[in-house]
């Protein structure tokens, strides 16, 4: 560890944009070194969760989304941000609201619910500019509960996979994925890898 790294102090700080998606925090910042970096952009995102639903079959149940950004129609993970609701309601087991949501976003962009969900990590997704952190999560014993029921604006549609051919046209560059759709996938098949290596279902 490096002892010369130190962490800046914030002299000044203000809310220059805010809206249901997206808060932007300006803060101005001084350097262990006394260096003013002002300002400095920060988004205060809400947590987000990623789920990888894995059918009984061993295969796994992937999204087809239009992402703005990139104004393309990309493949990825059931995800989305954790909400008020989920953090008041919390999980009926646990209290996890990440977990809460996790089971809410499967439900509503899938139609699909999970007898089990496992925890495979929790990262930051932007360290640099962003406050907030991202938990994937892998649902097990999946089965249809109904129609998705998608926000205005949202469609989704859904492809079942075989995970290693997923995993092999990642490596290929055949597909891209989001970064930390990437890493929840490669998290989730050596869990199951190594379940399996045990002899367990």
């Not at 492809?159 to 597909?175: M, N, P, T, Y």
Request: aromatic residues 8%.
């Amino acid at each position: 560890m490096d002892d010369d790294v130190k962490p800046w102090s914030v002299t000044a700080s203000r809310i220059t944009y805010e809206d249901r998606w997206i808060r932007l925090r300006s803060d101005d910042c001084l350097t262990a070194d006394g260096i003013v970096v002002a300002p400095f952009h920060v988004l205060d995102y809400p947590d987000w969760i990623n789920v990888v639903p894995v059918m009984p079959d061993g295969r796994v149940l992937l999204t087809r989304e239009y992402r703005h950004g990139r104004g393309e129609i990309v493949l990825g993970l059931v995800s989305g941000g954790v909400e008020p609701g989920d953090i008041e309601a919390g999980d009926s087991e646990t209290g996890d609201a990440g977990l809460a949501a996790a089971r809410r976003e499967l439900r509503e962009e899938t139609g699909y619910e999970a007898s089990t969900f496992v925890r495979l990590l929790t990262s930051y997704p932007n360290a640099a500019s962003q406050s907030n952190m991202v938990t994937s999560w892998l649902a097990l014993g999946l089965s249809k509960a109904g129609e998705p029921r998608f926000d205005p604006g949202e469609k989704v549609g859904l492809l079942f996979a075989d995970l290693a051919a997923v995993l092999g046209d990642i490596e290929s560059g055949a597909v891209i994925l989001q970064s930390m759709h990437v890493a929840a996938l490669y998290a989730a098949e050596s869990w199951l890898r190594s379940r399996a290596s045990e002899g367990l279902k």
